[in-house]
């Protein structure tokens, strides 16, 4: 799968395997959890529910933290908010990761097959491809189910990552190098 990475990961050598992501509900347990995360892992930071200065302060917090452990920080915004902040990437719609900005990390969202042809075709370095299980947050929601995520995941021209309902457990049971989770990682 390496040749199928773009010049920034291949730059960077690996894509991490496991993914920490970041939310209002997992925010008290987030530095226990990152430094619970193998080395080299990654974190992708949301928190859209603080205000633009809180929302700082927290990233800044959790950097360091980050930063220790040999973690890659990937931030749920511009790409110019990205670079002030000193984040490794990106994470977002693959629209929203348009255009590309050299030097960073794109990680973009996918549903289905189409989705994940249009984050090639735009640029992402990899993409994370959901609802693989049922999840909290989009209770009741349509998943795709270990077969069908299998299917898309083989077919993408890029690096997938699992994210939906993901626990250790179900990682080992789907068989994908590449996951993430928010509940999940963070209990």
Same mark, same amino acid.
């Given at each position: 799968?390496?040749? #199928?990475? /773009?010049?920034?990961?291949?730059?960077?050598?690996?894509?991490?395997?496991?993914?920490?992501? /970041? &939310?209002?509900?997992?925010?008290?347990?987030?530095?226990?959890?990152?430094?619970?995360?193998?080395?080299?892992?990654? #974190?992708?930071? $949301?928190?859209? %529910?603080?205000?633009?200065?809180?929302?700082?302060?927290?990233?800044?917090?959790?950097?360091?933290?980050? $930063? *220790?452990?040999?973690?890659?920080?990937?931030?749920?915004?511009?790409?110019?908010?990205?670079?002030?902040?000193?984040?490794?990437?990106?994470?977002?719609?693959?629209?929203?990761?348009?255009?590309? $900005?050299?030097?960073?990390?794109?990680?973009?969202? *996918? %549903?289905?097959?189409?989705?994940? *042809?249009?984050?090639?075709?735009?640029?992402? &370095?990899?993409?994370?491809?959901?609802?693989?299980?049922?999840?909290?947050? %989009?209770?009741?929601?349509?998943?795709?189910?270990?077969?069908?995520?299998?299917?898309?995941?083989?077919? /993408?021209?890029?690096?997938?990552?699992?994210?939906?309902?993901?626990?250790?457990?179900?990682?080992?049971?789907?068989?994908?190098?590449?996951? *993430?989770?928010? &509940?999940?990682? /963070?209990?």
């Amino acid at each position: 799968m390496a040749a #199928l990475y /773009s010049a920034p990961v291949a730059r960077a050598k690996t894509l991490p395997g496991l993914w920490l992501i /970041s &939310d209002a509900r997992n925010d008290a347990r987030l530095e226990g959890a990152l430094a619970a995360l193998p080395r080299g892992s990654g #974190l992708i930071y $949301r928190h859209y %529910h603080l205000a633009g200065p809180e929302r700082l302060a927290r990233f800044r917090a959790l950097r360091r933290i980050a $930063r *220790a452990r040999g973690h890659r920080i990937v931030l749920a915004d511009s790409a110019l908010t990205a670079r002030e902040w000193g984040a490794d990437g990106i994470y977002g719609s693959p629209r929203a990761l348009w255009p590309r $900005r050299a030097g960073l990390l794109h990680l973009a969202t *996918a %549903h289905d097959l189409a989705e994940l *042809a249009l984050a090639a075709r735009l640029g992402a &370095d990899a993409a994370l491809l959901s609802p693989v299980f049922a999840t909290r947050s %989009h209770p009741g929601g349509k998943v795709l189910g270990p077969v069908r995520f299998g299917l898309l995941a083989r077919q /993408s021209p890029i690096p997938v990552i699992a994210l939906g309902g993901m626990t250790h457990r179900r990682a080992r049971a789907l068989g994908w190098p590449r996951w *993430a989770a928010i &509940d999940g990682l /963070s209990r």
